[in-house]
């Protein structure tokens, strides 16, 4: 009789205690984020040829138990890939959504205190003044009217240009500094992936945080990874590796003296562009240089068609003393400088001469009349003019396109954050279907191993009474 | 599909949130009482809402225009009306000149009647409206000098003043003095020099010319009636559409509220039905079946 029988037992009384101890780690990390469920692969260990004593040969091989061949982690590498995807277009919409939902805040239309209604009272303000051309309080009324307009164009320019696009830039640095650390941590994992692989061992847990580190670093960059033999994961970011390795490549930022200084992304060491291609940091890039920038455009356009077609009229007018503006410190209502290259919001105020001698507006198209309002009637009617530098619109229609245009933009991107959210949601509980852990089967597996565990105890309690037969009971000869 | 817990909880936290936030959005429109909050609520709507506050701000200055104009026609009016009794008074007195049946002591004091009317239709000519000469052109506040002088000289000018009262729909409102009384000044002024002379053939000539002086005024008079039609045509239309494009407006900003209120009461039901199977869905284990 040979000791085969405990050393089965012993076997699967360790094998079975260590699938338990893997439905432990299981259960434990069941809500952990990036966790795949751990599966242990049972196997037999090799036959020994059977003997019955006498003959070699004959009753085949005797089975000698099982071990624990190797614990993996259920992972569906496809469906990492187009999470990752997803994670980018996600990452990128979700950051337009925010940024132009509070750019909404600022044309809040419709509304009774816009920029809108700013216009609409500085129009209604010209047309009292061609009323009551002698009046000074019509003359008071549209400098303060024409002065809150400028207020408001400059309060939205100061927050679009300084307030908006520079909280941009600086998310830019953020962001690129995430993308560092990220492709740095990656680094650290491939190392230690490495090293276990090396040794012959799965390294599942680092494998979790490998590809944690990749859902993230995918949400802010557009990101190709490749699995290597060695187990590492390079990372390429617009084709060019940022982690390689055991080697993470850093992106910096740079000032673009072309772009006001603000940061452009480069490879660390180099000036190379770094193509993000998308996700969050792709999104500031193009918000800052792209929709805001074009917005500030558009407002100065507005500003620029206002001030130049009021002056223009006004120039020619004159004043309450009948005097013409023409030649005067008086001749602008707007101060703006004469080509449109030089103008900027910023600077652009209502004529302080005029404001300190409202007199001095040219409500008269002909000398010496006071009772003539022709003039201010011309200004008050450039609102239903179509401007050539308008591309052929009227300002209050430019107006609306702008604030169309911006809605269009904040609803579009609204709608696919929604889009995209659904699609990582979906890809992400498929991932969840094969990755995640389900309590109720864990609790079934445990419950599986402990009467395995149970039995082959029961095994060792067998063959321990069969040895004391054998051993103690048979006889007192031969002591 | 092989549920895990994970993509339950996520998908219960995903549902709730939804429901909620539908929940909040319907009670923001409810308690505004505005369909539109932000430009990308529906950003055509919001561009025509846009167009509808705009044309009501329009609607509201031309309404406010042809009121104005329509009093100042008014004051216009009601002057050239005197200016025509006064006139027809002073015809009056010429007839009796021109027919030389006066006693040649009393051509004296017809000739001072004439004076004295001929001052009132200077005193009707420099009449002002709301603190402005109504027939000085454009000269309309100089209190130093007003449109006619004692001698019924016109120190005003030929400037039109106009009112918006549509777009790019202008008015002339004001009838400068020399072309309502300058004639008039000069017929009486004439025939008060005739009746003082005594020169009834003169003054039968003059009388002529006063005929003529009113046919101007008549005209001049129904002009201005033509134009007060018209404005009173304008301001009915002005409310119409007035009327029309804020309950175009409201159609396009406001909320239906019996709608809203039905859509509020099945989000907050979505709402609680989701809560409702988070709670039951989260309790079920196989804990509770094992010993």
């Known amino acids: 009789m040979s ?32 966790f795949s469920r751990q599966r242990v692969n049972l196997r037999t260990t090799p036959p020994i040829p059977g003997s019955t004593g006498r003959d070699v040969a004959g009753v085949g091989q005797f089975g000698t138990g099982m071990e624990v061949a190797s614990v993996t982690r259920l992972r ?103 993308v560092n650390q990220l492709a740095e941590q990656l680094a650290r994992v491939n190392e230690r992936i490495i090293y276990a692989r090396g040794a012959g061992q799965e390294p599942n847990d ?42 993470a490549y850093r992106m910096a930022v740079q000032a673009d003296p072309a772009n006001g200084n603000l940061w452009t992304v480069v490879w660390a060491g180099t000036t190379l562009a770094a193509d993000v291609g998308g996700g969050e940091l792709g999104a500031y890039l193009e918000l800052r240089d792209g929709v805001v920038t074009d917005f ?62 409202p007199g001095r507006l040219a409500a008269a198209s002909s000398p010496a009349s006071p009772g003539d309002g022709s003039n201010a009637l011309a200004i008050a009617q450039l609102r239903f003019q179509p401007q050539a530098s308008l591309g052929g619109a009227t ?16 609803d579009g991107a609204r709608r696919m954050t929604e889009v995209q959210q659904a699609l990582t949601d979906k890809i992400d509980n498929q991932r969840q279907s094969v990755s995640g852990v389900n309590l109720d089967e864990e609790m079934a597996q445990l419950i599986q191993y402990q009467y395995a565990f149970q039995a082959a105890a029961r095994l060792v309690n067998t063959l321990d009474l069969m040895l004391d037969t054998v051993i103690n009971r048979l006889g007192l000869q031969g002591r | 599909m092989r549920v895990t817990e994970t993509i ?9 949130a939804a429901a909620d936030q539908r929940r909040l959005q319907t009670h923001l429109q409810m308690s505004s009482g505005r369909r539109l909050l932000r430009p990308s609520d529906d950003p055509i ?86 603190g402005r000469y109504l027939f000085g052109g454009h000269q309309t506040v100089d209190p130093a000098r007003p449109p006619f002088d004692a001698a019924g000289n016109y ?19 004001n009838v400068p003095g020399d072309q309502a009384f300058s004639a008039a000044l000069a017929a009486l002024d004439q025939l008060a020099n005739d009746l003082a002379a005594g020169n009834a053939a003169a003054v039968g000539n003059d009388l002529a010319t006063l005929d003529g002086v009113l046919d101007g005024l008549m005209a001049l008079r129904a002009r201005i009636g033509a134009k007060m039609n018209r404005l009173e045509l304008a301001q009915m239309r002005m409310q119409e559409v007035e009327v029309a494009v804020t309950q175009l407006q409201s159609g396009v900003e406001e909320v239906d509220v019996a709608e809203v209120a039905v859509r509020l009461s099945v989000h907050e039901n979505a709402y609680r039905v989701a809560l409702a199977a988070t709670g039951r869905l989260l309790q079920t284990s196989l804990l509770d079946f094992l010993k």
């Open chain 2, 8 to 16: 339950v909880v996520n998908r219960l936290l995903a549902d709730i």
């Open chain 1, 3 to 34: 000791l085969l029988g405990l050393e089965i037992a012993k076997r699967a009384l360790i094998a079975h205690r260590q699938a338990l101890d893997v439905a432990a780690h299981n259960i434990a990390n069941a809500r952990t984020t990036g």
């Open chain 1, 395 to 410: 300002m209050d229609d430019f107006y609306r396109s702008f604030v169309a245009s911006l809605g269009a933009q904040a």
């Open chain 2, 155 to 173: 120190h005003g000018d030929a400037g039109a003043i106009l009112r918006e009262i549509g777009p790019g729909v202008t008015m002339q409102i």
């Open chain 1, 296 to 357: 500030l455009r558009r407002l100065e356009d507005l500003a620029w068609a206002l001030a130049t077609g009021v002056n223009a009229l006004h120039a020619g007018g004159y004043d309450l003393t009948g005097a013409p503006v023409a030649g005067t410190p008086w001749e602008q209502v707007f101060i703006v400088p004469a080509a449109r290259a030089d103008f900027r919001l910023g600077t652009l105020e209502v004529n302080p001469d005029l404001v300190a001698d």
């Open chain 1, 206 to 247: 680092l494998m979790d945080e490998r590809d944690r580190l990749l859902d993230e670093l995918a949400r802010i960059v557009a990101v190709d990874t490749v699995e290597e033999a060695s187990g590492a994961v390079r990372v390429l970011a617009g084709g060019t590796a940022l982690v390689d390795g055991v080697r």
């Open chain 2, 45 to 130: 709507g919001v561009v025509t809402a846009l167009r509808y506050r705009s044309a009501l701000t329009e609607i509201k200055a031309f309404s406010a225009n042809i009121g104005e104009a329509r009093d100042w026609l008014d004051a216009t009016e009601s002057a050239l009306r005197n200016a025509a009794a006064i006139l027809q008074r002073a015809r009056e007195v010429a007839v009796l000149g021109a027919n030389g049946i006066v006693a040649s002591g009393s051509y004296g004091a017809l000739a001072e009647e004439i004076r004295t009317l001929r001052q009132e239709i200077i005193l009707l000519g420099n009449s002002a409206h709301a």
């Open chain 1, 76 to 178: 569906d590498l496809f469906l990492d890939r187009q999470f990752r995807d997803r994670a980018t277009s996600l990452g990128y919409w979700q950051t337009r959504d925010q940024v132009l939902a509070e750019i909404e805040q600022i044309f809040a239309e419709p509304s009774n205190t816009s920029l809108r209604t700013a216009l609409d009272d500085l129009w209604q303000a010209w047309q009292q003044l061609a009323n009551n051309p002698e009046s000074l309080a019509a003359r008071e009324t549209v400098l303060q009217r024409a002065a809150t307009v400028v207020d408001l164009l400059r309060e939205a320019d100061r927050y679009l240009r300084e307030q908006l696009r520079l909280n941009l830039n600086a998310s830019v640095e953020q962001k690129v500094d995430r």
